[in-house]
C-alpha cells in the first residue's frame, strides 16, 4: 500500500521504456570486498534491492567485472580496475564521491568510487536517486563532497517518547525495549538519512534529562549507534548541564570546579566505551529555564569549554545553542542572543561550535536572517532549521519549507563585503572554518508516514539535501522529490512544483504577513492568538511583537527604536532600517508603521494587511484544487489523506485570516477595504 512509508526510498518499476534503456546499463554489481564490511553490505543490499525494484529485474552479482551494464562500487584500495583508473578522488575529501561511466577491460559500465566507504555509499543512493528521477546514465560523470560536514537532526525527544513539538506520533526510539529489541524502522531511519547525506543525529531533546546521560541509557543510545554506524551516521546526546548534580551527586556544576571537570571527564570516557565514534554533545543553556553556566556567574564560552575538554581527546565536539533570552531582561528579544554570544568570539575552545537558528527570534514563519551569521569570524557557527512545523500549521498545514531555508542561506550578511552569505559562514569557507555543521529539527515520528503527511517527508528530504549542497535551489530539489515520491508525469510535476513552490509564502500571508511574527495562540502555537498581552514573560505575547495601536503596527528596531538593526553590517542595517529598501517580507519586523503608511501597490497598510490576509486564504485554497485536480495521476491512500489536510488547511487559514483582521480591526478602527473578503 502506498502509505508513505517508505519515503525517497520508493523503488516501484518504472515507465516500461525507461525500464527499457536502464537494464542493458545494469545488469551487474561488482562490489569487491562486500563480505567483510558492513557499509559494503548495506550498499548491496540497497542497489539490489533498488535496481531489482526500480528495473523489475535484479542485477547479477560478481566478484570481477564479466561483461557490458557493469556497476562497479569500489575504492581504489579495494578494486585494481579503480585503481587502474586513475581517478581524480583527491578533492573529493571523506564523504565525496564520484559517478562515472567508462570502459573497463573491453567492458562498458559505471563506476561508483570515493575515498572512503562512506563516499560509496553516498555514491550508491545517489546512482539510485537517477534511476529515480529518470536520469541517464549515458555518460554520467557527477563528482560530488558535502559543502558542511556535520549534517545532523535534532531529536527534541523525550525519554518517555513524547515529542516536543513533534506532531507524528511518539518518539521512534522505543526507549523500553532497548537496547535488546532492535525495531527494523531504525535501519530503515538510517537508510532514509545516508540517502539524503545526512551524518548525525542528536536522539534527545535539547531540554534534556540527565537521564540520558546514565548507563542504562548509553546503553540503549550505543544499540542505535550500532544500527547507524554501517550508514555513516553518528550519535550525539543533548546533555543536561547540570548533570554533575542531578546523576553525579556533585553539589555544583560549576565549569571552573575542578570537580565537575573530573566528572565531565569521566563521563565522557564511560560514553566512549559505550559508542567509540559518539559524536558529542548539543547543549540548551540558560534558555528558557535551563541550567547553565550563568548560575555560577560564567558565561557560554566557559560552559561550552567545560564539556568540549571532555570530548577532546575523544574527539567529540559540543554544539552549543545561541537560542537564548532572559527573564526580566528589557532588551529586545531579538537581540539578546547577538549580545551573550559576539563579544565571547574566540574565547571557545576547537572543537565547540555555535549552533544558531536561522532567526534571532524563533522559527517563525519568517525572519531576517540572524545577525550572530557573519558577526563571530573567530567562532564556527552551525545553523540550526526547524523541520518540525511548530510555527507553521503543525503536520496538518502544507508548508514546503525549502524557499525558507534557500532565503535564509542565499542572505547576504555582508561580513566580509558583499558576497558573504548566511551559506559561506556556515560552510566555513567565508571565515577559514573547517569544523562546520548544520542541524534540523526532526519532524519525525511514529506514525506510518514518518512525518505525519506526505509533503512533510519533502522538508527532511529538502534539509538534507541542502546540507549536503547549500547552493541547492528549493525548485529542483522539490522537483526530485516529487519524481520520487509520485512520479514523473509532467502534469503532476508541473502542479505539484507550484503547489510546493507556493505554500510556504500562503503560510506566512495567512499567519503573519508582512514581517508580523509570534501572533501564534499560547503554549501550543497552533491558531491565531495575536490579542495575548497578558503572559507574564512580556516577551511570549504576541502583543509584543506586533504593537499594534490605534496609529499603527509594527516593531520598531530602527535606530529610533530597539536599534536591532546594528546587530547587522552596515549595509544590511541601512536596507533593513529603511521603510523603502527593506521589502515588504520584513517590514514590520524592523518598522512601526502608520496604518495609512502608503505601500507600493497603491493600498495603504491597513488595506494592505487585509490584502495579504486574503492572499494567503486564496492559496490555501488553491493548493486544494490544485490537488484535486491530481487526482487521476495519484494513489487513493496519498490522494485522499492530502486532500483532507489541505481541507484543515483552507478552513484554518480562514480562522487565522478572520480573528487577526478581526482583532486588528478592533485595534485599527478602520474599515474593512472595499472588495475584501468578509469574514465567515
Ligand atoms: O521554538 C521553541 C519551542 C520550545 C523549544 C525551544 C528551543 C526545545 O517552543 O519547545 O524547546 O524553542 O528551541 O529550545
Given at each position: 500500500a502506498e502509505d508513505g512509508y517508505d519515503l525517497w526510498l520508493r523503488y516501484p518499476p518504472l515507465e516500461k521504456d525507461i525500464r527499457d534503456q536502464y537494464r542493458p546499463q545494469l545488469q551487474r554489481l561488482v562490489i569487491p570486498k562486500s563480505e567483510q564490511s558492513p557499509t559494503l553490505k548495506a550498499i548491496e543490499r540497497e542497489l539490489v534491492r533498488g535496481v531489482g525494484g526500480l528495473l523489475e529485474r535484479r542485477p547479477v552479482i560478481e566478484e570481477r567485472i564479466s561483461g557490458d551494464g557493469f556497476v562497479l562500487v569500489a575504492t581504489p584500495q579495494s578494486s585494481r580496475d579503480v585503481r587502474a583508473q586513475n581517478f581524480p578522488l583527491k578533492a573529493l575529501g571523506e564523504e565525496g564521491y564520484l559517478i562515472r561511466a567508462t570502459t573497463i577491460r573491453g567492458h562498458k559500465g559505471t563506476v561508483v568510487t570515493a575515498n572512503s566507504e562512506r563516499g560509496l555509499l553516498y555514491g550508491s543512493f545517489h546512482l539510485l536517486r537517477l534511476l529515480q528521477t529518470r536520469s541517464a546514465l549515458e555518460g554520467v560523470n557527477i563528482e560530488t563532497r558535502p559543502q558542511i560536514g556535520l549534517r545532523v537532526l535534532n531529536h527534541w525527544d523525550n525519554l518517555d517518547r513524547s515529542v516536543e513539538r513533534g506532531y507524528a506520533g511518539q518518539s521512534i526510539w522505543d526507549w523500553w525495549n532497548l537496547p535488546d529489541i532492535l525495531d527494523p524502522r531504525y535501519t530503515d531511519y538510517a537508510r532514509a538519512n545516508a540517502a539524503i547525506g545526512v551524518n548525525g543525529t542528536v536522539l534527545n531533546n535539547v531540554n534534556a534529562s540527565a537521564d540520558s546521560l546514565t548507563p542504562r541509557y548509553l546503553a540503549k543510545a550505543a544499540a542505535l549507534a550500532d544500527v547507524f554506524r554501517p550508514y555513516g551516521i553518528r550519535v550525539y546526546l543533548s546533555a543536561r548541564f547540570s548533570a554533575p548534580v542531578e546523576i553525579g551527586g556533585l553539589d555544583t556544576a560549576d565549569p571552573k570546579s575542578s570537580a565537575v571537570q573530573r566528572w565531565w571527564n569521566e563521563k565522557a570516557e564511560e560514553i566512549y566505551r559505550y559508542i567509540p565514534d559518539f559524536g558529542g554533545f548539543l547543549v540548551k543553556a540558560n534558555s528558557e529555564g535551563q541550567p547553565g553556566p550563568q548560575d555560577y556567574g560564567r558565561n557560554h564560552a566557559e560552559g561550552a569549554n567545560l564539556l568540549a575538554r571532555a570530548l577532546k581527546p575523544h574527539g567529540g565536539v559540543v554544539m552549543w545553542r545561541a537560542f537564548v533570552y532572559q527573564q526580566d531582561n528589557p532588551e529586545d528579544r531579538a537581540k539578546q542572543a547577538y549580545s551573550d554570544f559576539v563579544p565571547l568570539d574566540g574565547q571557545f575552545d576547537d572543537n565547540v561550535i555555535v549552533q544558531v537558528k536561522n532567526g534571532p527570534i524563533d522559527f517563525q514563519p519568517r525572519e531576517p536572517f540572524h545577525p550572530m551569521f557573519g558577526a563571530m569570524p573567530k567562532t564556527p557557527l552551525m545553523m540550526e532549521f526547524q523541520i518540525t512545523k511548530e510555527y507553521l500549521g503543525f503536520a496538518s498545514h502544507l508548508a514546503y519549507l525549502g524557499p525558507m531555508y534557500e532565503e535564509v542561506l542565499r542572505a547576504d550578511t555582508f561580513a566580509a563585503g558583499p558576497g558573504s552569505t548566511v551559506a559561506k559562514v556556515i560552510d566555513g569557507s567565508l571565515h577559514g572554518h573547517r569544523l562546520t555543521g548544520i542541524a534540523g529539527v526532526a519532524n519525525i515520528g511514529s506514525d506510518r508516514d514518518w512525518s505525519g503527511s506526505t509533503f512533510n517527508q519533502a522538508n527532511w528530504y529538502v534539509f538534507g539535501r541542502m546540507a549536503w549542497d547549500p547552493r541547492l535551489s528549493a525548485e529542483e530539489v522539490a522537483r526530485d522529490w516529487l519524481k520520487i515520491t509520485f512520479s514523473d508525469n509532467p502534469v503532476l510535476l508541473e502542479t505539484g512544483l507550484d503547489m510546493m513552490l507556493a505554500s510556504h509564502q500562503a503560510v506566512v500571508d495567512y499567519m503573519t504577513p508582512l514581517g508580523l511574527a509570534h501572533l501564534m495562540a499560547t503554549g501550543h502555537h497552533y491558531g491565531p492568538g495575536p490579542w495575548v498581552s497578558d503572559l507574564a514573560r512580556p516577551e511570549w505575547n504576541p502583543a509584543y511583537y506586533h504593537r499594534a495601536d490605534k496609529y499603527g503596527i509594527g516593531f520598531d528596531r530602527t535606530r529610533e527604536g530597539s536599534n536591532a538593526v546594528a546587530q547587522y553590517a552596515p549595509a544590511v542595517a541601512a536596507r533593513f532600517a529603511s521603510r523603502n529598501d527593506v521589502g515588504d517580507g520584513l517590514l514590520l519586523w524592523f518598522h512601526h508603521l502608520p496604518w495609512d503608511h502608503p505601500m507600493p501597490s497603491g493600498r495603504d497598510l491597513w488595506q494592505e494587511l487585509v490584502h495579504r490576509y486574503d492572499r494567503g486564504v486564496a492559496s490555501a485554497q488553491a493548493l486544494q484544487n490544485q490537488w484535486r485536480s491530481l487526482e487521476p495521476l495519484i494513489d487513493p491512500e496519498r490522494f485522499d489523506k492530502t486532500a483532507r489536510l489541505l481541507a484543515v488547511q483552507a478552513r484554518e487559514a480562514k480562522w487565522w485570516r478572520d480573528a487577526s483582521i478581526a482583532y486588528f480591526q478592533s485595534v485599527?478602527?478602520?474599515?474593512?477595504?472595499?472588495?475584501s473578503a468578509k469574514p465567515e
Open positions: 485599527s478602527k478602520r474599515e474593512l477595504p472595499r472588495g
